[in-house]
Nanobody, 116 residues
Framework: QVQLVESGGGLVQPGGSLRLSCVASGSIFSISTMNWYRQAVGKQRELVASISSGGSANYPDSVKGRFTISRDNAKNTAYLQMNLLKPEDTGVYSC??????????WGQGTQVTVSS
């Protein structure tokens, strides 16, 4: 069983930055794709960043140029650096580890609030 623990959320003013971390237990981190999702109140969960086991990253247009996903396989940790934050970035951010289409794991989520 894999456990994921996120940290780094909080309250930040518009234009500010936050760095989220997701630490995974077990030994499959390095071969897994890591995703960050967010869900705002009343909205569907959306994918905001993805990084493959080989380090290739992808982002939706809504965060491209502002968010950066990275990973440190030696520390079993994925990161999401969020810059130029906007109020619409507010939500619960969760990391997701994907081994295969039938095997994936979720963290408990961390709240990010962008407000003045």
């Amino acid at each position: 069983q894999v456990q994921l623990v996120e940290s780094g959320g909080g309250l930040v003013q518009p234009g500010g930055s936050l760095r989220l971390s997701c630490v995974a237990s077990g030994s499959i981190f390095s071969i897994s794709t890591m995703n960050w999702y967010r869900q705002a109140v009343g909205k569907q969960r959306e994918l905001v960043a993805s990084i493959s086991s080989g380090g290739s990253a992808n982002y939706p247009d809504s965060v491209k140029g502002r968010f950066t996903i990275s990973r440190d396989n030696a520390k079993n940790t994925a990161y999401l650096q969020m810059n130029l934050l906007k109020p619409e970035d507010t939500g619960v951010y969760s990391c997701n580890l994907v081994v295969s289409w039938s095997r994936n794991y979720w963290g408990q989520g961390t709240q990010v609030t962008v407000s003045s």
